[in-house]
């Protein structure tokens, strides 16, 4: 059974960089064609996909968002992280990790953690 | 980017009748296209992938199809548990790009 749980802080500042850590059970990242992606919602608006890594450490990023994200992962700990600097108040959504196996849709995706950015 | 954009922006229908939402894509790509329902506070729902093909577990009264630049998602014999927001996402070129979503009401 896959699972992923989404984990960080649900308020930053601005200028401050979020770190959020994907954990995920039921799949292993070294596996061929296994990749887990972050995708936001700010709240009453459309999903955005932001970042995806892949098992051989290939990473992808939308890029509006490039120059301020960093994704990396964990095998041992299963785990993905996603790091976005310089934080807004237009960053403010809730952030999910998904599963995806040898296709770019997403089966299984996390709960989902809210992040507001506010002085 | 593939910019996504779907119609109607909201729909309020009877128990049994029959929704399609449509989805259009500014430039063509192949059969790439996934189909998500999301109800509130909830994670997105996998529906549909590669244009037509259903999800393990999803109802068949949801289906989907088309090709290039146009697709839809029909609902048949709508039912309430189906009052959910969808959206469909270009799954062929990075960035990935999602439609702004439906909103579908039961009346």
């Known amino acids: 059974q896959i699972t992923l749980k989404e984990s960080g802080p649900t308020l930053v500042k601005p200028t401050q960089t979020l770190t959020l850590t994907c954990s995920f059970s039921?799949?292993?990242?070294?596996?061929?064609?296994?990749?887990v992606a972050w995708i936001r919602q700010p709240p009453g608006k459309a999903l955005e996909w932001l970042a995806l890594?892949?098992?051989?450490?290939?990473?992808r990023y939308t890029p509006s968002l490039e120059s301020r994200l960093t994704i990396t992962k964990d095998t041992s700990k299963d785990q993905v992280v996603l790091t976005m600097t310089n934080m807004d108040p237009v960053d403010t959504a809730t952030y999910y990790c998904?599963?995806?196996?040898?296709?770019?849709?997403?089966?299984?995706w996390g709960q989902g953690t809210l992040v507001t950015v506010s002085s | 980017d593939i910019q996504m954009t779907q119609s109607p922006s909201s729909v309020s229908a009877s128990v049994g009748d029959r929704v399609t939402i449509t989805c259009r894509a500014s430039?063509?790509?192949?059969?790439?296209l996934a189909w998500y329902q999301q109800k509130a506070g909830k994670a997105p729902k996998l529906l549909i992938y590669?244009?037509?093909t259903l999800q393990s577990g999803v109802p068949s009264r949801f289906s989907g199809s088309g090709a290039g630049t146009y697709f839809t998602l029909t609902i048949n014999s709508l039912q309430p548990e189906d009052s959910a927001t969808y959206y469909c996402?270009?799954?062929?070129?990075?960035?990935?790009?999602f439609g702004p979503g439906t909103e579908v009401d039961i009346k």
């Open positions: 998904a599963h995806t196996h040898s296709s770019t849709w997403w089966a299984y």
């Open positions: 039921g799949f292993s990242l070294s596996v061929s064609r296994v990749g």
């Open positions: 890594i892949y098992w051989d450490d290939d990473k």
């Open positions: 430039q063509g790509f192949g059969p790439w």
């Open positions: 590669a244009t037509s």
């Open positions: 996402q270009q799954a062929s070129a990075f960035p990935f790009t």
